[in-house]
T-cell receptor
Framework: GQNIDQPTEMTATEGAIVQINCTYQTSGFNGLFWYQQHAGEAPTFLSYNVLDGLEEKGRFSSFLSRSKGYSYLLLKELQMKDSASYLCAVSVRGGNKLTFGTGTQLKVEL | DADVTQTPRNRITKTGKRIMLECSQT?????MYWYRQDPGLGLRLIYYSFDVKDINKGEISDGYSVSRQAQAKFSLSLESAIPNQTALYFC????????????????FGSGTRLTVV
């Protein structure tokens, strides 16, 4: 089976930087995804990591360490619209069904 | 039009009733999935299908059934709805040819909010 852990809630200030961590335990790791989900809406794709290191995409970056079973999503220059749930999801070899963490609810305040 | 369309968007039904949630996609993807989302529990896989003749149970398939009528259509049925099936249901698709790329990721439908009373 797979076990994915991420914090339940985080609060940050507009304009600041926030890091959302995700740890996972799985066999046959085949990639890690981050999704953003606003309340009542569908998750939308943010980033994908399969090799160790940092992937940067505008204000969002994602880091992966496969040896540590660890990833983080870094959000810079926070905006109020970044208030959402951030889902970490892991793919394993043999099929691309994703297993999701429970999500981190981020609240951005003035 | 949306790439992945779910109908209905909202539904209230009574305990014991049969209900079908429908999903259709224009992505041309082979793989389709049904998840449910509950507060504090995240997205959990109900059923998935890698092509028209392939149906697989996910982690929480009890009380549900599915039908893959065509590559583009994947329906979820609750044969006899019960209150603890009240949840937000998502259909998703993915591309089997994505390999080690972001194309392995999902495209989600807008969700169906189901309430069983």
């Amino acid at each position: 089976g797979q076990n994915i852990d991420q914090p339940t809630e985080m609060t940050a200030t507009e304009g600041a930087i926030v890091q959302i961590n995700c740890t996972y335990q799985t066999s046959g790791f085949n990639g890690l995804f981050w999704y953003q989900q606003h309340a009542g809406e569908a998750p939308t794709f943010l980033s994908y990591n399969v090799l160790d290191g940092l992937e940067e995409k505008g204000r969002f970056s994602s880091f992966l360490s496969r040896s540590k079973g660890y990833s983080y999503l870094l959000l810079k220059e926070l905006q109020m619209k970044d208030s959402a749930s951030y889902l970490c999801a892991v793919s394993v070899r043999g099929g691309n069904k994703l297993t999701f963490g429970t999500g981190t609810q981020l609240k951005v305040e003035l | 039009d949306a790439d992945v369309t779910q109908t209905p968007r909202n539904r209230i039904t009574k305990t014991g009733k049969r209900i079908m949630l429908e999903c259709s996609q224009t992505k041309g993807h082979d793989r389709m999935y049904w998840y449910r989302q509950d507060p504090g529990l995240g997205l959990r896989l109900i059923y998935y299908s890698f092509d028209v003749k392939d149906i697989n149970k996910g982690e929480i398939s009890d009380g549900y059934s599915v039908s893959r009528q065509a590559q583009a259509k994947f329906s979820l049925s609750l044969e006899s709805a019960i209150p603890n099936q009240t949840a937000l249901y998502f259909c998703a698709t993915s591309d089997r040819t994505g390999g080690h790329t972001a194309n392995y990721g999902y495209t989600f439908g807008s969700g169906t909010r189901l309430t069983v009373v």
